[in-house]
């Protein structure tokens, strides 16, 4: 009997090692299979995925998604066009030998420019957000001046602005933006835009307690532009130069290189600010700002050629 139990409990041992092996083959034959599933289930995802990208409906939506961070809705484009306002080509003083001009004010020089459109306003919180996707200015509103963007920032957004509109945006030059505060053509020489009564044109240090405002509440100046005095510093084209003045071409001049737009600059800003008092803000006063900057008290207003 003793030898009967010994010999099955030999005979046993090499079975149950027997069964382990092929339990053990069993479990890695199906995790083999599971693999091969996954891997066959993921593969065929992932070919679908990429048909539906080349198909025509992955390309329309790809497009549509793109297009609409660019467009304009109608009445948007509409307001925009109808508040260009032309400026006819003509020559003016540019700078001031006042005593209360600077060094980077002088000295007063003639300038001719050609003929271009500049906008009744600022640019709009409604029009850049609609256009780019984001808005984070201060003092928040539809119809206030988008500020807390860079000079670059609003590089991309003209770039995107023109192909929405098919038109040729830009920020003005220095010239240019000087030339229509004071008046253009029609210009009557007052010493803020549009009348010797600082109240009656803009938002600053003595009226606005230390906010912009909407645009368009003031009395505009000779073409009928609001804000061109106090409410935001405006971002001009032109590098920020004290030497500009005396060097600078007499016709439609620009300092800087229009070429290189992406190097870091300061920048010209012009128009005064709702911070500033009223001899920061006089017509001719100017400063300026690197490119990268973001401040709460300056925006833009942009230019479209004539052509």
Known sequence: MNAIIKNR????KPYQSSLSSVFLLRSIFTLSLVTSFLSISI??????????TKSPAGKVEA????????????????????NMVLVEAGSFTMGSDSPLARKREQPAHQVTLDSFYIGKYELTQDIFEQIMGWNYSYFTCDKCAVNNVSWFNMQLFIKRLNTATGKTFSLPTE????????????????QYSGSNDINEVAWF?????????PVGLKKPNELGLFDMTGNLWEFCLDDMSRKAYSLAENHNPFWG?????????????????YEFS???????????ATNNVRMADIGFRLIMSKN
């Open 175 to 190: 010239a240019q933006w000087a030339y229509a505060a004071k008046g253009g053509n029609k210009s009557k020489g007052y």
């Open 63 to 82: 497009t549509t998604k793109q297009q609409r961070q660019f467009l304009l809705t109608k009445p948007m484009l509409s307001d925009l066009m109808a």
């Open 278 to 288: 009223a001899t920061e803000n006089l017509v001719f006063m100017r400063d300026g």
């Open 257 to 273: 290189d229009k070429d290189n737009l992406t190097r870091k600059a300061m920048k010209v800003i012009r128009g005064g600010g």
């Open 9 to 12: 409990q030999f005979m046993y």
């Open 205 to 213: 240090a003595g009226n606005a307690k230390n906010k912009s405002h």
């Open 43 to 52: 593969s065929a995802k992932a070919e679908n995925i990429k048909a539906l």
